[in-house]
């Protein structure tokens, strides 16, 4: 398979229409000179899969600046080691910002790729609009009203104390006084958690009062958040027996057709008038449904696929795909995830550098003692198999000059690069332990996902995979397929 759309491409094709305005921001960031940072946003907020918005380097005097082109009000935040800060981007605005000190993440987590960094916003000295003060300020509010009193609303199904927590919330949205259609959008959907709270077991009658009729706003939080703390069978327990039983009888077939399902939904009075939101309720039941076991890895497949194939709502198709993407990622014959980091000459690597031959991919740490080990291993394996083969060490270090100086001193004939600006690789390729390696192919697609070390006899592995794949190229390659990306592209709305 091959990639056809690049993340941003993915991100701008997942954002409604509307005319992109060039939104610019200017940072301070004393402490991160030379630092890579990486501003990313979510795909959508069932895979959340993360999507590199724009990534900057930082000024030898501590300044940096941004532009993106963008479409709606997003949410992006920056790694920042210690911190994960983030801020709400606007089209067309402008922003002068500082970062928080620079702070490295404790030793304890040096090697922790799920480490979760302390979130903060970035400090705003200016802006062309009063967005990001305003969330701030009802956020807040929102946390002071509804917090305290969260265990109660549930236990004991206050909905008086609800309706009073709303009327305090509504004074607090009074105050702050934002008349901006985003902001107004946040208050809405936080009446509707705690609204919610207290009627955990009647998500219709909240989807009927504060969703039904209403345009997806996925780029607000307090929007899935509402959904996502209702009762996820919404779907499978709808009042009507005619509706669930002719459901059944669908994903009882081989392939089973959700663009039915949805339609067969349609009948449902809570959804007539909303076909976005019913889709991407189906969308989440499937996803839901597979990570807790409730149906077969392949059974979740057909159905994503169907439903990047099938459905009306364009931003809900890409969302099949992206939750198809992230849950096969790393299969053998599928891409491998994308990345850019930086050599000891601070210049750009990227996956695609290596299209045309092997690439033995390995995340190392210089101090690790495994790590260490291999390293002359890795030397000889890339010098025997230098015709067909480039390997490519992202070494975790916090102090980069040191390891590259390691590499240098050594001689080493393999490519170090640092992970210090892409620190999302980590979690793209599951790196749960150091050293890790993978085999990926001249087309760009996993070979060996978790491949052998070069000290558990990795030669023979990647000799016979190149070998494999000489003979499929001077067979004749199959047509490439298209992505899953493809088919939601073209899919068509049906009648």
Known sequence: ????????????AFAPLASAALTVVNGHAKGYEGRTLVFQTYADPVSRLPVDLASVTVDGDGSFTLTADINQVTRVSVDLSFYLAHIYLEPGARYDVSLPPFRLRPDAERFNPYYEPRQVSLIIHSATSPLNTALASLNKAFADIYYPSAVRLVRRHDKALADKLIARLDSAVRAINCSLPFFRQQANFLRARIFATPRLNASRQVLARFYSGSPLALNVPAYWQTIDMLAPDVLKNSPYPDIRKSIGKILEQSSPSVAEISQILSHDTL?????PLREALIVKAITDAFFSNDISEGRADSL??????????????????????KKNRLRAGLPAPDFSLTDNKGNEVKLSDFRGRFLYLC???SKNYECIKAMPALDNLAQVHRENLDVLCVFTDDQPAELFKLVSRNGYYWKPVSYISNQRIMLDYQVAALPTYFLIAPDGCVAIPQAPGPAENVGPAIAEAIRQFIIST????????????DIANEARPIE
């Open 1 to 12: 398979m091959r990639r056809v759309l690049t993340l941003i491409a993915l991100f701008l």
């Open 304 to 325: 994503l696929i169907s439903a990047a194939r099938t459905l009306k709502t364009k931003s809900v198709r890409l969302m099949a795909a992206n939750v198809y993407a």
């Open 271 to 275: 959804f007539q008038r909303s076909q």
């Open 474 to 485: 001077r067979r004749g390659r199959p047509e490439i397929p298209r992505t899953i990306y």
């Open 363 to 365: 995340f190392m740490h």
